[in-house]
């Protein structure tokens, strides 16, 4: 069945480094890729998701690219800040009824 | 102002016992979802709704049967409470279920516990 991968459970970093955090996923189709921000104590919202074109969607200094032949969409920051500390989920559309599988999730926890 | 509301916040259960967990959305949207959230476990999908019909079950136990009295609302009624139903229980929504790449809005959640 359709599943998303994050290796990492936790990364931990110091403010101003680059940040990138895993996912890959396994499914039968082309689907969408999503990655959703949970802050703690707060709901999980859209990140930013894939597009059907090769665009390389960006939201907040974050990016991640679509790679269909290594089925990957690492996120990515040049630069991090304390207030990107959060629970990070990637996530693929499982099919037309609004269904989405999440990956375990990666805390990313950002020091001074 | 959130745009959906979950009630309760906190919920504390005894084992056996039956629940309702409220969720209301005024975003305009014509699906909503249900999503569970336990320790060590990713966000689980539970039940799509469209137009106030289930479009996708994912849920083995019959324990858990959503309600929707309006488009706008989908409450979750659970039975026969078990320990380890205990998890944060997610509403959510999107404009349709019919597109693959819908964004889903959450709700804050409600975190219940069955003692």
């Known amino acids: 069945g359709d599943s998303v991968t994050q290796t990492e459970g936790l990364v931990t970093l110091t403010e101003g480094l680059p940040v990138m955090l895993n996912c890959t996923y396994q499914s039968t189709y082309s689907p969408f890729l999503f990655w959703y921000v949970q802050h703690l104590n707060e709901a999980p919202k859209l990140l930013l998701k894939s597009f059907t074109d090769n665009k390389r969607p960006e939201h907040q200094g974050f990016h991640a690219t679509l790679h269909k032949s290594s089925s990957s969409f690492h996120l990515q920051k040049s630069s991090a800040q304390l207030s990107d500390s959060a629970l990070y989920y990637c996530?693929?559309?499982?099919?037309?009824?609004?269904?989405?599988?999440f990956g375990l999730g990666t805390t990313l926890q950002v020091q001074p | 102002d959130p745009k959906i509301i979950q009630k309760p916040k906190y919920l504390v259960a005894v084992t056996g016992s039956e629940k309702i967990l409220i969720c209301e959305q005024y975003l305009g949207h014509n699906a909503m979802y249900w999503y569970r959230q336990s320790a060590k476990k990713p966000l689980e999908f539970m039940f799509s709704?469209?137009?106030?019909?289930?479009?996708d079950n994912q849920t083995a136990s019959s324990r858990f049967q959503p309600q929707s009295s309006k488009k706008n609302h989908l409450d979750l009624q659970i039975t026969a409470l078990k320990p380890d139903d205990s998890a944060t229980y997610f509403c959510?929504?999107?404009?349709?279920?019919?597109?693959?790449?819908?964004?889903?809005?959450f709700g804050s959640g409600t975190r219940l516990t069955v003692l």
């Open positions: 996530a693929l559309s499982g099919g037309n009824t609004g269904k989405l599988i």
């Open positions: 959510a929504s999107s404009q349709t279920n019919w597109a693959s790449a819908e964004t889903l809005y």
């Open positions: 709704y469209s137009y106030q019909k289930l479009m």
